[in-house]
């Protein structure tokens, strides 16, 4: 079994920031592309941003030049550095990985944690 767990999400001013974190845990072969999604009621979820093992990232054109990925591959763990908040951030932001088990090396999976709150509010 796989799991993502996130933290990190909270309350914030306009113009602030936040760092989430994700790390993924449990009997993991390998993990390749991981990311951040974001979703609000009523609307489907949005891939913000990705990370491939090897470290190139890319970016909805809605957070470029203010949030920046990255990820500490042996721990299994992605950021996401939020700068430069905006009301329209405000949602519960979720971590993906694909990854695979050692139960199953050559299938990858795709895998969400179960969200963090971010909400930016004056």
């Known amino acids: 079994q796989v799991q993502l767990v996130e933290s990190g999400g909270g309350l914030v001013q306009p113009g602030g920031s936040l760092r989430l974190s994700c790390a993924a845990s449990g009997r993991i072969f390998s993990v390749g592309t991981m990311g951040w999604g974001r979703q609000v009621p009523g609307k489907q979820r949005e891939l913000v941003a990705t990370?491939?093992?090897?470290?190139?990232?890319n970016y909805a054109d809605s957070v470029k030049g203010r949030f920046t990925i990255s990820r500490d591959n042996a721990k299994n763990t992605v950021y996401l550095q939020m700068n430069s908040l905006k009301p329209e951030d405000t949602a519960v932001f979720y971590c993906?990985?694909?990854?695979?088990?050692?139960?199953?090396?050559?299938?990858?999976?795709?895998?969400w944690g179960q969200g963090t709150q971010v909400t930016v509010s004056s």
């Open positions: 990370i491939t093992s090897g470290g190139s990232t």
């Open positions: 993906n990985a694909q990854i695979a088990t050692v139960l199953s090396p050559r299938i990858t999976g795709n895998h």
